[in-house]
């Protein structure tokens, strides 16, 4: 019983960790490249699950002559059953319906970026980051409220792409999923931070007047950023909900989805693709065992032990900002070109430059 109890805390642990490192890494992009304070991630992350909920379980159920209108919410129970019914027996159709899913996500994603971009992006600091911070918030409340949408404060359950593996091995067919997308988000930001696009955004973040007066056009790239920062943390809304099988608007709030990257991205250091995902396994992990553990404080602690994770999270982020204001991996200068290269290259220009003279 201790072995299965471990394995599914561990299991659950790292499905964790690579989900908020995906969105760790999209707000990396946001503000330690291009300096945006997008405070609203949470518009991003429900987004995701709000597509799922709303849009890919009724594709589904069009598909085999279910309810898709108001009575997909109606009679939610009975058509996702049928539905995964349909999974259980047809990998191929699961695996589709998860791809679908997962793109069509960063698709709106995307989108949701874009439209938010019109009436924040030429804003600075301070009111930039209230008014993403507000639009998340609208997101929840049309969420919590329209029941057609994912029917309200009660949410609604989705197809299980993951019903077909088993439910032995479904935790890890989603763990294998998710670090996959994970690892595939970090190399494309790393490649992008190596070139010259992540060069620009990193100018514009030191210096947008510089950035523009050299030609280039500010408001653009910071809005492409929006846009592509926007699909991968939908992407992470949208692994969440399949994980779940369920999306409420109860799952995604705004110190969970907003604050708690943030303290990763600050803990591990902005500017860094592995500081993102070191914060990330380092918070989660620390808040997870928290969580795990802390009914034994019931009786030592004055307060309802609820409280006692943020304590602890807090307290951590304190001493890292007092001790390492740059985080545990600070920025490092992005080489063009390696040593070895930059040598050889030097090399055929000095003999030039002598027959020249």
Do not use: C
């Not at 404060?153 to 479904?170: A, E, K, N």
């Not at 007066?213 to 790239?221: A, E, N, P, Q, W």
């Not at 001493?319 to 204001?325: E, G, Q, T």
């Amino acid at each position: 019983m201790e072995l299965s109890v471990i394995y599914i805390f561990l299991t659950n642990l790292a499905i964790l960790i690579g989900l908020f490192a995906i969105i760790s890494l999209s707000l990396n992009l946001e503000y330690g490249y291009a300096g945006i304070p997008n405070f609203g991630k949470l518009l991003a992350v429900a987004g995701g699950a709000y597509f799922v909920g709303a849009l890919s379980g009724r594709a589904l159920a069009i598909a085999y002559g279910q309810p898709a209108g108001l009575g997909y919410i109606e009679r939610n129970i009975e058509v996702v059953g049928f539905l995964n019914g349909v999974l259980s027996s047809s990998p191929l159709h699961s695996i589709v319906f998860l791809i679908m899913s997962i793109v069509g996500a960063a698709f709106f994603g995307g989108l949701l970026g874009y439209v938010s971009s019109y009436p924040a992006i030429r804003l600075r600091g301070d009111y930039l980051a209230i008014t993403l911070l507000a639009m998340g918030e609208i997101l929840w409340v049309i969420g919590d409220n329209w029941q057609p949408l994912i029917g309200g404060s009660m949410g609604v359950r989705i197809p299980d792409p993951f019903r077909w593996v088993g439910g032995q091995y479904r935790p890890l067919a989603i763990l294998l999923t998710v670090l996959i997308t994970a690892a595939i988000v970090f190399i494309y930001l790393e490649y992008l931070g190596r070139a010259p696009l992540g060069r620009v955004l990193k100018a514009i973040r030191e210096n947008e007047l510089s950035a523009g007066v050299h030609g280039k056009d500010v408001v653009r790239l910071r809005t492409k950023t929006l846009i592509v920062g926007f699909a991968i943390a939908a992407i992470s809304g949208a692994l969440n909900s399949l994980w779940t099988v369920s999306v409420s608007p109860k799952d995604f709030e705004r110190v969970r989805h907003t604050f708690m990257p943030w303290v990763m991205v600050m803990i591990g250091g902005a500017g860094n693709n592995l500081g993102a995902v070191i914060g990330a396994m380092i918070f989660v992990t620390l808040r997870e065992l928290i969580v795990f553990y802390k009914h034994f404080f019931e009786a030592i602690v004055p307060f309802d032990v609820i409280w006692l994770e943020y304590l602890f999270l807090g307290l951590a982020l304190i001493i890292v900002l007092m001790y390492r204001p740059e985080g545990l991996l600070p920025e490092k200068p992005t080489k063009t070109l390696s040593a070895k290269k930059l040598k050889a290259i030097a090399s055929r220009v000095e003999p030039a430059k002598e027959k020249a003279t």
